[in-house]
């Protein structure tokens, strides 16, 4: 039993490496795009209007894709393959795929006829003046058909997920900062207005990214064929499921499009702002955060709820642990070092530096909200995995009434403008997590510790140290009076012994390695 149990950690910490391994990558290169299109573009009005239309389908693709439709349909395709029936299974992914694909190829054409209308509720700001409406127009039209590509992208994932297989699905958003880059870089600076160019550049990224799927899918004998068969039962449970998968995973994305919607009712270069501290904020998310979600939903489906109990509580308990002991350091790393890391990156083209100062207002205000949007992502598929998609339906539906209301208080009424946005998000986000733990905690699968057990309190001591050292070479370092090859050489130094310090003192505090904190 022992080596069964090790077995399986060795091949869930495999995947997740793969997992962070990729994604960190990827996010590596989505920086570099974010370089690229913001010294093409700046803080500009048509930057404004890219980010914020690109939001549109990346939103409907957490409804359609990622999000709803996975977090209901890998339960349902692990049920199927622990049944080891061959001929149900095909069945099953055929009828789905035909479905799935009808639906979204009406939604995309329906959203083509009416774009303006869409303009006018996701971005009423640039409805209101001509110029940036007729453009916001023609750029969404051109990037929409993105959704159906990279939901039937998602599709391919979620079977691969399901197969222990996470290196494609993980990579292939490098495909897309690819095409991007390529883009911004190459060819857009040849045109009178270069966001068409990176509309079209999303477009063909999306065709690329669905094209590499097919052979992995032959590989395992799982490439659908589309098949309308609205009898389907596998396919009725998971659409049945998806719908308050929908509201509860589309809910936390149109937390953000809430912040987008009132961002472009600021100033010019509030949207932008917001976006490239988001994205600061997404790398940790993503290389951690999102790739131990990734993991853990069809590791959790896998696992037998009501005779091995025991089991699906302690994998929850590391991943907890584990995104805490990553979330809270950068958390700080991000606050402290908000202005050295936004120079670093983005001053350069047209990004100036009252950009940078005014995006790292913002990227403080999202860093404190940082811990609890990682916990969110471990949190959710203890609920998914069990089928039960009602419960993070609900405590989305109250997280977004909740950040609706602090954004207007905060970024209108007391005019703090972009950087109230920010504060409104971290706060919903920690609200959501509080209520989610008491739920699991009453459920009996967070089970109640000592706050100031050893490693608690290792990880607290630590993060003051860090903090300490971080204060002290802030005041020491007038870091954007320095070169570029001096940031980076600065930069470089005062994150790498910023880690040392963190990971030492923990190891010292806990007195184990870190392979047996996390087992």
Known sequence: MNSEIANDNSRIFLSLKKVAGWTGLSRIFGLFRDIATTSLLGASVFH??????????????????????????????????????????????????GTFLSILFVFTLLVLLVTPLFILIFAPGFYLDEFKRD????????????????????????????????????????????????????????????????????LIAGFMQLMIQFFPLKQINRLPVPKIDFSNKGSRKVFKLMIPAILAGGIIQINLLVDTIFASLLETGSPTWLYVSDRLIQFPMGIFAIAIGTVLLPTLSKIDFSTNMAEFIDRVKKSQRFVLFIGIPSFIGLAFCSTDLLSTIFLRGEFTINDVYQSSYSLIAFSFGLPFFMLMKVLTPTFFSRKDTKTPMYIALLSLLLNASLNYILAFKLGYGHIGIAVGS?????????????????????????????????????????????YNTSQLINFIDL????????????????????????RILYGKPLKEIFD
């Open 483 to 506: 070169g570029q090859i001096h940031k980076i050489i600065v930069l470089f130094a005062k994150v790498s012994i910023a880690i040392g310090i963190y990971i030492g003192t923990v």
């Open 135 to 202: 453009i916001a127009v023609d750029v969404l039209r051109i990037m929409f058909p993105y959704l159906a590509l990279i939901s039937l992208v998602a599709f391919a994932g979620g079977i691969q997920n399901t197969h222990n297989r996470f290196s494609l699905p993980a990579s292939t958003p490098l495909i897309f900062n690819s095409c991007l880059i390529i883009a911004a870089v190459l060819i857009a600076p040849k045109y009178e207005l270069p966001i068409y160019v990176l509309a079209w550049g999303v």
């Open 48 to 97: 404004d209007i890219f980010v914020v239309t690109l939001k549109i389908p990346n939103l409907f693709r957490r409804f359609f894709a990622e999000g709803a439709f996975n977090q209901a349909f890998i339960p349902i395709y692990s049920d199927f393959e622990k049944a080891n029936n061959e001929k149900e299974t095909k069945e099953f992914i055929n009828a789905l795929a």
């Open 426 to 470: 971290s706060i919903s986000a920690m609200v959501s997590v509080v209520i989610l733990e008491i739920i699991l905690f009453k459920q009996g699968i967070i089970l109640l510790q000592n706050p100031f057990n050893k490693f608690n309190s290792s990880i607290l001591f630590s993060s003051i140290i860090l903090v300490i050292f971080l």
